[in-house]
Every structure is written in C-alpha cells, then in structure tokens.
C-alpha cells in the first residue's frame, strides 16, 4: 500500500508541474476575454479602487472557465500624483493583477480606461472632451503613457495596452492624431508591444472606416458592441430607460418606448423596428471588409460586448452566441462585459451565469476534493442524486476509481492541485475540476 501512495503521489507531482513547464513556452492568444469592471475604474463608495473583493481567487475561477485573458480597465487619473505624474506606488493593484493572470496562464490587457481630459460620459455626468483638441493636454497626457508603459517595459507578451477605451472626439479625425501620439510615446519604451487602437464614439463599428492605422507591425483594432441599445441596455437607468420598459427579447422588435425613458435619451430605433442576427452578421461583414481592404491580417478585438441582468435567458444566449459566432469565425478575440457587475459571468454566490453559458457554453466549472477512502455504491448513488447536475459530485473516492475517472473523463475534467493525507493509510487528497452541465 506505501509503494502504491509514493507511486500516486509521484504521478501527480509530475501532473502537477506540467502545467508550470508548458507556461514557460505558452503563446498567449487574447481570444477569450472578461472585463473587470468596477476595481480600477467607475468605482463608487461601496466599490472603491482597489477594494479586496477582488483578488487570486477570481482570476483562478476565471482561468477554469475556460477564458484565456482579461481586459483591466484602469481609471488611469487615480494613478497619478498631485502633480500629474504616474505614482508607482498607486500601480500595486495592477502588478497583483499581472502577477495573479501570469500564475493561471492568462494574458491582461491594461485598459486606459480613463486619462486626463478624457470621459466618455455625457457632460451632466462628467464627460470630458478635451484632450483631442487641447495641444497642452494632449502632451501631459502624452508623458502620462510614456511613464506608465515604461513602468511595464519588462512584462512578456502576456501584457498589452489599450490606449483610451470608448473615445468621444467631437470628429472622428480627432482621433487618429491623438492615439498616434500616444503610441510613439510607449514605443519610447516597449517597441514591439501589441497596442490596442480604436474608432470613435465608444468604438462604434461604425465608425471603423475613419481610422487611420500607423505604419506599425504591432498595433491592433478593438471595438465594442451593445447593439442593439434598447435591447442588451433594456431598463439600463444610465442608457435612458425606465424600469418599466416592457421586456425586448432577441431576436425580437422594438417596443413602444413612450413613458419608459428619461430625458435626453439615445435613440432606440422606431417602434416595431425589428432586431435580428442578420443585422450582427451585417454589422461584422463591414468591419472585416474594412480590413481585408485596408490591412489584410490586422487583429481585431471585440474588447466589449454585453448583456444588462433584466434580459430573459434565452435572449441573452441568442445575442451572445450571434456575437461570439460572428467573433470566431474570424478569428477576432472578445472580452465580454462583466465579471461581477451588471452585465456579470459570475453570481456574487460564485456560481455561474447565463452571460458565462452564452459565452463559453457551459453553466460554470467547479473544484471539489475527494480523499482516497473507498465507499459504498449506496454512498455513491446517493451523492450523485444530491447534485445530479455536475458530471461528478463530491464524493470520496479509492485509486482505482480515481484512474477510471481520469481514463474515461479525461476530457471533462482535470486535477488542480494535491495534498498528503493525514493517514498515511489513505491516498493523497486530491481537488479535481468538475463541469457544470
């Protein structure tokens, strides 16, 4: 029985550090993505910067999802000082953030999602427009991307840049300069680094056409889609609809919209207007015709789409999968919107939601332990009753049916870390990961 445990126990050592040695040599893909909204960025009193409920164990869960990075949107004006200078010492939460996905395997994008001069929100709400036109601003904010980039000159190819998230120039040619600018000033530091440029107005697919790429090998596009508004923003405050709105359902039409909005509210379509996959299709087609015209090969990342919490379920894994669909097909990496906020993957119980089915298919991945004692088949058809939804429920089980498991389930499941037992009669325990079907 001794040589049996070291023989075991070896075995998964082995396991275990494969994993760390494919890391060395892993190429990172940014296909996959979950933004992590409301940590370094848009915070409120009840979610301030850097707040601990966000940490290591989130991204873990993010990594078994099956996600392959994560897109950091960071309030870059709360990383400077007094003066208007990056303070390395306010950058901790973002080289935890790197340290956290590098462990897991994952890419990060460290998202400008604010900087000086530039708020993507109206002006009632703070919106700012200045830094396209403004010379004087367009310089500090300049140095503010040359000292940030050279703070991350060492990271590997795990980390990438987004210039501005969601720009809102009054022109679409007030873009092109001002990202052009940016960009020379993190080539300073980080020559071969992928950068994320994008189009104005919130990186409208529409407004793809009027941007002009540098003559730069490893510069790439990223663009957001929430359309249509009056669906995946149904009953959104922020996006002018009263909780009141009728449910849109997709594909679906529009509804009437009389007595549901606020003041000054976007425009939603007319009424009765009809909301399909064909207009997603369509709306994609543009974008890549664009591409193969103007830069055949050039990367393109959908770094924002989502689905607000009212949206039925089904609505959500119609919208969502036409998306991802229209992605893949492609080749285009996303990031859908969010990890724990309105439009959330994960439920504040860790569970798994609609918006993570949509995106990846599956309800959700889970880690359980089981220890090497044997028990009855009673025992194991009771456990499997209990949760008759996992593929394999919390159960205590011998070598021999810890090999099956592995032998026939291979596939669907995977052993995540391992600890001696107490009893040196037992196996080791093991934590295995499990699929929620």
Same mark, same amino acid.
């Given at each position: 029985?001794?040589? #049996?445990?070291?023989?075991?126990?070896?075995?998964?050592?082995?396991?275990?550090?494969?994993?760390?040695?494919?890391?060395?040599?892993?190429?990172?893909?940014?296909?996959?993505?979950?933004?992590?909204?409301?940590?370094?960025?848009?915070?409120?009193?009840?979610?301030?910067?850097?707040?601990?409920?966000?940490?290591?164990?989130?991204?873990?869960?993010?990594?078994?999802?099956?996600?392959?990075?994560?897109?950091?949107?960071?309030?870059?004006?709360?990383?400077?000082?007094?003066?208007? =200078?990056?303070?390395?010492?306010?950058?901790?939460? +973002?080289?935890?953030?790197?340290?956290?996905?590098?462990?897991?395997?994952?890419?990060?994008?460290?998202?400008?999602?604010? #900087?000086?001069?530039?708020?993507?929100? $109206?002006?009632?709400?703070?919106?700012?427009?200045?830094?396209?036109?403004?010379?004087? #601003?367009?310089?500090?904010?300049?140095?503010?991307?040359?000292?940030?980039?050279?703070?991350?000159?060492?990271?590997?190819?795990?980390?990438?840049?987004?210039?501005?998230?969601?720009?809102?120039?009054?022109?679409?040619?007030?873009?092109?300069?001002?990202?052009?600018?940016?960009?020379?000033? +993190?080539? =300073?530091?980080?020559?071969?680094?992928?950068? *994320?440029?994008?189009?104005?107005?919130?990186?409208?697919?529409?407004?793809?056409?009027?941007?002009?790429?540098?003559?730069?090998?490893?510069?790439?596009?990223?663009?957001?889609? *929430?359309?249509?508004? +009056?669906?995946?923003?149904?009953?959104?405050?922020?996006?002018?609809?009263?909780?009141? #709105?009728?449910?849109?359902?997709?594909?679906?039409?529009?509804?009437?919209?009389?007595?549901?909005?606020?003041?000054?509210?976007?425009?939603?379509?007319?009424?009765?207007?009809?909301?399909?996959?064909?207009?997603?299709?369509?709306?994609?087609?543009?974008?890549?015709?664009?591409?193969?015209?103007?830069?055949?090969?050039?990367?393109?990342?959908?770094?924002?789409?989502?689905? *607000?919490?009212?949206?039925?379920?089904?609505?959500?894994? $119609?919208?969502?999968?036409?998306?991802?669909?229209?992605?893949?097909?492609?080749?285009?990496?996303?990031?859908?919107?969010?990890?724990?906020?309105?439009?959330?993957?994960?439920?504040?119980?860790?569970?798994?939601?609609?918006?993570?089915?949509?995106?990846?298919?599956? =309800?959700?991945?889970?880690?359980?332990?089981?220890?090497?004692?044997?028990?009855?088949?009673?025992?194991?058809?009771?456990?499997?009753?209990?949760?008759?939804?996992?593929?394999?429920?919390?159960?205590?089980?011998?070598?021999?049916?810890?090999?099956?498991?592995?032998?026939?389930?291979?596939?669907?499941?995977?052993?995540?870390?391992?600890?001696?037992?107490?009893?040196?009669?037992?196996?080791?325990?093991?934590?295995?990961?499990?699929?929620?079907?």
């Amino acid at each position: 029985m001794n040589n #049996l445990i070291r023989h075991f126990r070896h075995a998964f050592g082995v396991a275990l550090f494969l994993p760390l040695i494919a890391a060395a040599a892993q190429s990172y893909t940014f296909k996959r993505g979950i933004n992590i909204s409301h940590w370094l960025s848009q915070n409120v009193e009840a979610l301030p910067f850097a707040a601990p409920w966000f940490d290591e164990e989130d991204v873990q869960w993010i990594a078994r999802q099956g996600f392959d990075h994560i897109r950091l949107p960071v309030d870059f004006r709360l990383c400077l000082d007094e003066e208007g =200078k990056v303070d390395p010492s306010k950058l901790k939460p +973002i080289w935890q953030a790197i340290g956290w996905a590098k462990a897991e395997g994952l890419g990060l994008v460290l998202d400008a999602h604010f #900087l000086p001069g530039a708020d993507f929100n $109206n002006e009632a709400e703070g919106g700012d427009r200045r830094v396209y036109t403004d010379p004087a #601003l367009i310089e500090h904010v300049a140095t503010v991307w040359r000292d940030m980039a050279a703070q991350f000159k060492d990271e590997g190819p795990w980390l990438r840049f987004e210039i501005l998230n969601e720009p809102v120039a009054d022109e679409n040619a007030h873009l092109n300069p001002f990202q052009h600018r940016m960009l020379a000033e +993190i080539r =300073k530091s980080n020559p071969t680094r992928i950068v *994320y440029l994008t189009s104005n107005k919130w990186g409208q697919f529409a407004n793809v056409p009027d941007v002009v790429l540098p003559d730069d090998p490893n510069v790439a596009l990223t663009i957001h889609n *929430y359309e249509p508004i +009056i669906f995946t923003h149904q009953r959104a405050s922020w996006a002018g609809l009263k909780d009141t #709105l009728p449910p849109v359902t997709f594909p679906g039409e529009v509804p009437d919209v009389t007595g549901h909005t606020f003041p000054n509210h976007p425009p939603y379509g007319k009424t009765g207007d009809k909301l399909t996959v064909e207009q997603i299709q369509e709306s994609f087609a543009k974008v890549d015709a664009w591409v193969q015209k103007t830069r055949p090969g050039l990367e393109v990342y959908v770094g924002e789409f989502g689905v *607000y919490r009212p949206v039925d379920r089904q609505s959500k894994l $119609n919208w969502l999968g036409a998306i991802v669909s229209e992605c893949e097909k492609r080749g285009w990496g996303w990031a859908v919107w969010d990890y724990q906020g309105g439009f959330a993957v994960r439920n504040q119980d860790g569970t798994g939601t609609a918006v993570l089915e949509g995106v990846l298919g599956h =309800k959700g991945k889970e880690v359980i332990r089981a220890s090497g004692l044997r028990i009855t088949e009673a025992q194991r058809a009771q456990s499997r009753a209990a949760n008759p939804a996992s593929l394999w429920t919390l159960c205590l089980l011998c070598y021999s049916d810890l090999r099956r498991l592995f032998a026939r389930r291979f596939d669907r499941c995977a052993l995540v870390d391992h600890e001696t037992s107490v009893d040196a009669d037992e196996l080791d325990v093991v934590r295995i990961e499990l699929l929620t079907q």
